[in-house]
């Protein structure tokens, strides 16, 4: 078996330089992974260190937001959330948030 490098350079795997060239390859690019990864790391440490919230806040639904009363409305009018879903172009799972949301909304405000 041989590995055939990016570059043109054949390694033969069953030589011993072949298996020397493979394994310092495959540890460069686990080095490289790691860096990678530690430097991720740093970044979302520093950022919360400076108080960003990171991930997707509380509220911020524009397209369901935006589309909420004529879903409320097609709901009301009995469609199935997947006739909803196909006719406005977003996902059934966005129809059965909005509803869910609307329905707990309306159990608090009573």
Do not use: C
Not at 4 to 13: C, D, H, I, K, Q
Not at 32 to 49: H, I
Request: proline share 3%; aromatic share 6%.
């Amino acid at each position: 078996m041989s590995v055939v490098a990016m570059s043109g350079m054949t390694f033969e795997l069953s030589t011993p330089h072949g298996r020397m060239m493979a394994t310092l390859l495959a540890g460069i690019a686990q080095f490289e992974r790691d860096l990678l990864s530690e430097r991720v790391k740093s970044g979302l440490a520093a950022a919360k260190a400076r108080g960003k919230k990171l991930g997707r806040q509380l509220g911020q639904r524009p397209k369901s937001d935006k589309f909420a009363p004529k879903v409320l409305k097609a709901v009301d009018e009995r469609q199935s959330y997947r006739w909803i879903a196909r006719d406005r172009g977003i996902s059934k799972n966005t129809i059965g948030d909005i509803v869910k949301r609307d329905r707990e909304n309306n159990l608090f405000s009573h």
